[in-house]
């Protein structure tokens, strides 16, 4: 005879339910915590690690920022380097995606939560094609550092030899397709400002991690451009705009400063200027000294941070496509306009509504950690601004200002990063409560502007 067992609910026995933002910063916070644990071990460091400076390594590396409070070169041993590059990829390509290759190599199905939560940490508008994106994402990612570790073990493997060659091309591979921004020399890559294959491999690593995973395959099935969609050509067009306006500026601001280009030969300085146009929307890389730079030079970088890199991209930011929608939804205003129409194509109220939140959001979440290192750092508030959108854009490029944060600072800092790699949207998913309600109340006048 069967007996039958009911599973009452009680104080002891409540289950949680969780939507897919939550599993996915919860899965993210699990990786953090696994990274800071091992960057702690006694084989990670070189000498004592602090358990504040562990953990603030780890979330740096996991959410491909590059901000450290200490030299990753000298102060960690080759293990904890490793651990360092392993979550760098982990965390630039996504954990959810490593999770779904593991699951597809056990030859197991991947249900709709599962999906969901891709969907999820892709940024995608539907779950359709997911797993597809996620074995061409990781494909593609494979294809592109190798060929970019072989280009740069040709410039580094005659100087460093073999071993230390090959080494230091894979981790600034990583790093650098990733944007995460960390390197293995005290001074970045500023020995390198005029190097021509330095120069270019890491640029196009960068651009290529930083325009969006969509689009690269989008470009690899589409072939022709009237096939690509809406996304892909935006993407495109708008990242070589915002680039080469970069370059021109940062060129022309810091041509007589003789603490950046103003001590270079001319075509240094054209190395220098193209390489510092396009690390600062998330890589943060440089090859110039970026506490020495021109205030108007460290301006217009914060914008190019805070803006960031592509949507479903190993960058940050509040997105590129973000801020070419709130621009076109402005003129649309300007004109008298009702739709908001990008390449004859329109736009969805929803879309804009979503992309205004993104950046209202975001500009919350920098203005309120200013304030916090405003009231515990003493550093001009220039610096502070400029170090919390950097961690918040998740670019890793600093005045200066990591190596001497006090704890509380750190505390910031790492809130931060975190809150900046999976993003506004998905904290405020998180938090809020779906009300399904379908009431309609009446119109009402507000006086703005």
């Known amino acids: 005879m069967a007996l039958k067992v009911e599973r009452r ?47 603030f390594t780890a979330v740096s590396a996991a959410t491909v920022t590059g901000l450290v409070t200490v030299d990753p070169g000298s102060a960690f041993t080759l293990f904890g380097q490793i651990v360092i590059l392993f979550l760098i990829q982990v965390g630039g390509l996504g954990i959810m995606s490593f999770a779904v290759l593991v699951v597809l190599m056990l030859g197991k199905r991947i249900g709709i939560k599962q999906r969901l939560i891709m969907q999820e940490a892709l940024n995608q508008p539907s779950i359709g094609g997911v797993i597809r994106l996620v074995r061409n994402l990781l494909l593609f990612s494979l ?94 067009i708008s990242t070589i705009l915002v680039n080469l306006v970069s370059i021109l500026l940062i060129y022309a601001f810091e041509y007589n400063n003789p603490h950046t280009l103003g001590h270079l030969s001319q075509s240094d300085k054209i190395w220098a200027a193209y390489f510092q146009g396009i690390s600062p929307r998330t890589a943060g890389f440089n090859t110039i000294d970026i506490g020495s730079m021109r205030q108007d030079s460290i301006l217009f970088t914060i914008m190019l941070m805070f803006i960031g890199a592509g949507s479903t991209s190993t960058g940050g930011g509040i997105k590129l496509t973000t801020f070419i929608v709130i621009i076109f939804a402005v003129v649309t205003f300007l004109r008298g306009k009702e739709d908001t129409t990008i390449m004859k194509r329109t736009i969805r109220n929803t879309v804009i509504f979503r992309a205004l939140a993104i950046a209202t959001i975001s500009m919350m979440l920098v203005f309120g950690g200013a304030i916090l290192l405003a009231m515990t750092e003493k550093a001009p508030f220039l610096n502070i601004l400029f170090e919390v959108v950097s961690a918040f854009g998740t670019v890793g490029l600093t005045m200066g200002l990591t190596f001497h944060l006090t704890f509380f600072g750190k505390i910031v800092i790492i809130c931060i990063m975190f809150l900046g790699k999976i993003g506004p949207l998905t904290l405020a998913f998180s938090i809020a409560k779906p009300n399904k309600a379908n009431i309609r109340y009446p119109d009402g006048e507000v006086f703005t502007g």
């Not at 390198?192 to 491999?201: A, E, I, K, M, S």
């Not at 651009?207 to 009237?226: A, E, Q």
Request: aromatic residues 14%; neutral net charge.
């Open 143 to 236: 294809i592109i550092e190798s060929i970019a570790v072989f280009f740069l073990s040709l410039r580094w493997v005659p100087d460093l030899g073999w071993g230390k060659g090959i080494y230091y091309s894979i981790f600034h591979t990583i790093a650098a397709y990733n944007n995460a921004g960390f390197g293995l020399w005290p001074d970045n890559l500023t020995r390198y400002v005029g190097d021509p294959t330095v120069n270019l491999v890491i640029t196009l690593l960068i651009i290529t991690g930083g325009i969006g995973f969509t689009v690269l395959v989008d470009l690899w099935y589409s072939r022709k451009w009237r096939n690509l969609s809406l996304h892909s050509k935006i993407m495109i």
């Open 9 to 55: 609910s009680s104080f002891f026995y409540h289950p949680i339910k969780l939507n897919p933002p939550q599993i996915l910063a919860l899965v993210f916070l699990a990786l953090v915590l696994v990274g800071g644990v091992l960057l702690k071990l006694p084989i990670a460091a070189e000498e004592h690690m602090s358990w504040i400076d562990a953990f």
